[in-house]
T-cell receptor, first 114, second 116 residues
Framework: DQQVKQNSPSLSVQEGRISILNCDYT??????FLWYKKYPAEGPTFLIS?????DKNEDGRFTVFLNKSAKHLSLHIVPSQPGDSAVYFC?????????????FGTGTRLQVTL | NAGVTQTPKFQVLKTGQSMTLQCAQD?????MSWYRQDPGMGLRLIHY???????DQGEVPNGYNVSRSTTEDFPLRLLSAAPSQTSVYFC???????????????FGNGTRLTVT
């Protein structure tokens, strides 16, 4: 059972416009959410995170929104740039025991066109 | 600062062969983990460790073995390779959450394994 879902495998956005990537989760024990960006032949790199005590976190062009009642989070990139073209993974963690295990979604491939 | 280093970058094995994927980190992170990435499946947790001498299974542990003798190293062993283990393997590390830190995982650049 997929606990973290990214239902859009791909997204194409024009340079300068807003990119919105969506993620849904089913496990109500998740309390920490992250977005990772991945280029081909590289490992995922951390982008931005949000704790369940917040509903918004912003870092430069990147903003993550969390709607706990809907079990939904989204990543907004404004303005989108060609260098943002990558695969974006949503991930979630629950504060159970001593582990920092992340559960990942299947990823959304973002293409920013000129 | 090298971060998380994985070797080798590429490997081809025949069915039944064994091998060890190496992972080392220089950030003094207690928590380390192995993930595999397959098309359409995202990243799935294989094994993880919260410190030297402590390991535990993740979501897809079958066919893999790990040990953690030092804080820095967390090798992943394939006992008898199967074509289903063809994948890209990522090692990651972080501070554990019980330290009160929401610490993101830092990933290596991966090992691309093909089993024929």
């Amino acid at each position: 059972d997929q606990q973290v879902k990214q239902n859009s495998p791909s997204l194409s956005v024009q340079e300068g416009r807003i990119s919105i990537l969506n993620c849904d989760y089913t496990n109500s024990m998740f309390d920490y959410f992250l977005w990772y960006k991945k280029y081909p032949a590289e490992g995922p790199t951390f982008l931005i995170s949000i704790s369940s005590i917040k509903d918004k976190n912003e870092d430069g062009r990147f903003t993550v929104f969390l709607n706990k009642s809907a079990k939904h989070l989204s990543l907004h990139i404004v303005p989108s740039q060609p260098g943002d073209s990558a695969v974006y993974f949503c991930a979630a963690s629950g504060n159970t025991g001593t582990a920092s295990k992340l559960t990942f979604g299947t990823g959304t491939r973002l293409q920013v066109t000129l | 600062n090298a971060g998380v280093t994985q070797t080798p970058k590429f490997q081809v094995l025949k069915t039944g062969q064994s091998m060890t994927l190496q992972c080392a980190q220089d950030m003094n992170h207690e928590y380390m983990s192995w993930y595999r990435q397959d098309p359409g499946m995202g990243l799935r947790l294989i094994h993880y460790s919260v410190g030297a001498g402590i390991t535990d299974q993740g979501e897809v542990p079958n066919g893999y073995n790990v040990s953690r003798s030092t804080t820095e190293d967390f090798p992943l062993r394939l006992l008898s390779a199967a074509p289903s283990q063809t994948s890209v393997y990522f090692c990651a590390s972080s501070y554990p959450r019980y330290r009160g830190l929401n610490s993101p995982l830092h990933f290596g650049n991966g090992t691309r394994l093909t089993v024929t």
